[in-house]
């Protein structure tokens, strides 16, 4: 992500708290096209809040 030609610190990137594990995380450019969709940190996070929203079911 560039602004006006320039790298922009990572400080400055949007974040997001992960649902399953309450960290925050920030904006990756491999997510630039589903940035709205992510919920999660991780591919372990996604799994464990996917398997315990099945067990509270």
Not at 2 to 31: E, I, M, T, Y
Not at 40 to 51: D, I, L
Request: net charge positive; with cysteine.
């Amino acid at each position: 992500m560039r602004r006006n030609g320039k790298a922009v610190q990572k400080s400055d990137l949007p974040q997001k708290v992960c649902l399953h594990c309450h960290r925050p995380f920030a904006w990756r450019r491999k997510w630039e096209r589903d940035w709205d969709s992510i919920t999660c940190c991780s591919e372990a996070c996604k799994g464990e809040y996917k398997r315990a929203r099945r067990s509270h079911s």
